[in-house]
């Protein structure tokens, strides 16, 4: 099994930067692909970034790309993701997923999430 621990969310004005934590513990995740994933009130869980194994490879929703960073330190047995230039519209909770198969965007393909970490953006 694989635990999942986020920190790192908070209250921030728009134009600022959080940076989010995703500590994993039980086994290490050096080999899983790792996902965040974010769902504001009243909507869906929508993909915000993943990074493989190695954390060569990664990609990012269109909402975030560019003001946004996730990466990674398998020694630490750790993910992150960077937000930058904050919006309004990225307050939500963040989710972090792992999976060990799959490189996918798709909530449903991983099997372990964290409890999630607040993003609030102040207009």
């Known amino acids: 099994q694989v635990q999942l621990v986020e920190s790192g969310g908070g209250l921030v004005q728009t134009g600022g930067s959080l940076g989010l934590s995703c500590a994993a513990s039980?086994?290490?995740?050096?080999?899983?692909?790792m996902g965040w994933f974010r769902q504001a009130p009243g909507k869906e869980r929508e993909f915000v970034a993943r990074?493989?194994?190695?954390?060569?490879?990664?990609s990012y929703s269109d909402s975030v790309k560019g003001r946004f960073t996730i990466s990674r330190d398998n020694a630490k047995n750790t993910v992150y993701l960077q937000m930058n230039n904050l919006k309004p519209e990225d307050t939500a909770d963040y989710y972090c997923?792992?999976?060990?198969?799959?490189?996918?965007?798709?909530?449903?393909?991983?099997?372990?999430w964290g409890q999630g970490t607040q993003v609030t953006v102040s207009s």
């Open positions: 990074i493989n194994w190695s954390g060569r490879s990664t």
């Open positions: 997923a792992a999976d060990q198969s799959r490189y996918s965007v798709v909530a449903l393909d991983y099997r372990y």
């Open positions: 039980g086994r290490t995740v050096s080999n899983y692909v």
